[in-house]
């Protein structure tokens, strides 16, 4: 399966990256769709989402639905 391109992908680290261990997450916009990718691996793979369908995880993670416990 191919992928979109995302070599001119402006990305950037998550606010809640803590930067402790070298965890962090970077996002990206690219036309429709929204890419997440680890920091330490710049070139390694990327999840792409719908816009949408980000949105609606960000929301959820915002709302506290996805807390465990």
């Known amino acids: ?3 979109p391109d995302l070599s001119d992908a402006k990305w950037r680290k998550s ?3 803590s930067g402790q261990n070298g965890q962090c ?3 990206a916009s690219v ?3 929204a890419a ?5 691996n710049p070139t390694g793979p990327a999840l792409v ?3 949408p369908a980000f949105e609606a995880f960000v929301d959820a993670v915002k709302e506290g639905q ?3 416990g």
């Not at 997440?36 to 330490?40: A, E, G, I, N, T």
């Open 1 to 3: 399966m191919i992928g």
């Open 15 to 17: 606010s809640r990256s």
């Open 25 to 27: 997450v970077e996002v």
């Open 31 to 33: 036309a429709e769709i």
């Open 36 to 40: 997440v990718r680890d920091s330490k």
């Open 49 to 51: 989402f719908t816009q």
């Open 66 to 68: 996805l807390d465990h």
